[in-house]
């Protein structure tokens, strides 16, 4: 907040050996990476590389041939979750069976093996920009990291960098295109079937645009930050544009949604994520000036998003 930040570590790092949690570890933060990708592609448009307006078929002209109403979809419509794509998340992750399967939670995809599966597997589950629709879809992040990357000539890695990180100084914040390395993050669990299962080895190619990045909690709160205080974009009318929502009819948790973004009550702004071995929340209360952000390595574990929102708000202020 204004008056100051407050931070605090809990629990381990390693179930193993018993390594204590801390403030500075790093985590996969899941589907916030969608906003990370939102705010690139609307970053790209203020450097007039391109628009959110453009259709798939301009950056993507093979993808949007075989993916069912491919030449309809626009950037915008990806990164709003209105493009009616079919999704590859439960067919290709299925759980419990990923927790005992170590070939399969190390296996990896590229981008284009993505779409390609979902192409040949999945229908259309409406037409682009359908009145009405709303589906929420890592297929969608995927077309659009895809596209990111076609009009710049550089690696979504690099995108992010350029445009996100670096100018905003996230020095820990980083894309994960494989099993991470060892100490690249901390320990990730997940007690679905039970017991704790280390799930550290997760590929987290196949999540990629849609939910790869990792990084502390002091980086996702510059982050955060530089949001809510306009510093993240060189227009104004930027941030009206990514958020300006739409209601989902209540899908998933999100009441309302942007571009990369949702709005869960008035005022109240955020993300959630989760991979096998990690869940995350992002909330941000721009009125207020206020970014909270909730990080675990149990992946069974969901923070409750208005228990967590009840909390800050009950938190007159924050001694720096």
């Not at 915008?76 to 419990?96: K, S, V």
């Not at 992010?160 to 980083?174: C, K």
């Not at 991979?275 to 069974?300: C, D, K, R, S």
Request: hydrophobic share 45%; aromatic share 10%; glycine share 12%.
């Amino acid at each position: 907040t204004s008056a100051g930040r407050f931070v605090e570590a809990g629990g381990v790092s390693s179930l193993a050996d018993g390594i204590p949690l801390s403030v500075d570890d790093r985590y996969e933060i899941g589907s916030i990476t969608k906003l990370v990708t939102a705010a690139a592609l609307l970053r790209l448009q203020e450097e007039g590389v391109l628009s959110r307006d453009d259709p798939v078929s301009k950056w993507l002209p093979e993808q949007a041939a075989i993916v069912p109403f491919g030449a309809e979809m626009t950037l915008r419509q990806l990164a709003a979750h209105t493009a009616g794509l079919g999704e590859y998340e439960r067919d290709l992750y299925p759980m419990p069976r990923l927790l005992s399967d170590s070939a399969l939670l190390e296996q990896g995809y590229t981008p284009a093996e993505l779409i390609m599966w979902v192409a040949e597997n999945k229908q259309p589950l409406f037409q682009p920009g359908a009145a009405g629709q709303w589906m929420y879809s890592n297929t969608g992040y995927i077309l659009l990291g895809m596209a990111l990357e076609a009009a710049t000539g550089q690696a979504l890695g690099e995108i992010y960098q350029t445009y996100i990180f670096e100018p905003l100084g996230m020095e820990s914040a980083v894309l994960l295109d494989s099993t991470p390395n060892a100490g690249e993050i901390v320990h990730g669990y997940n007690a679905m079937t039970g017991d704790y299962v280390d799930v550290s080895r997760w590929n987290a190619s196949g999540a990629w645009a849609a939910g790869a990045l990792a990084m502390n909690a002091a980086d996702l709160a510059r982050f955060g930050n530089a949001l809510i205080s306009d510093e993240l974009f060189a227009d104004e009318a930027t941030l009206d544009e990514m958020t300006r929502f739409i209601s989902t009819g209540q899908q998933r948790g999100f009441t309302d949604y942007g571009l990369g973004l949702s709005r869960l009550e008035a005022g109240v702004w955020g993300h959630g994520g989760g991979t096998p071995g990690f869940g995350t929340l992002l909330l941000l209360l721009p009125e207020e000036g206020v970014t909270a952000i909730y990080l675990g390595n149990n992946g069974a574990f969901n923070i409750n998003p208005n228990e967590f929102l009840d909390v800050i708000t009950r938190t007159a202020a924050l001694s720096p």
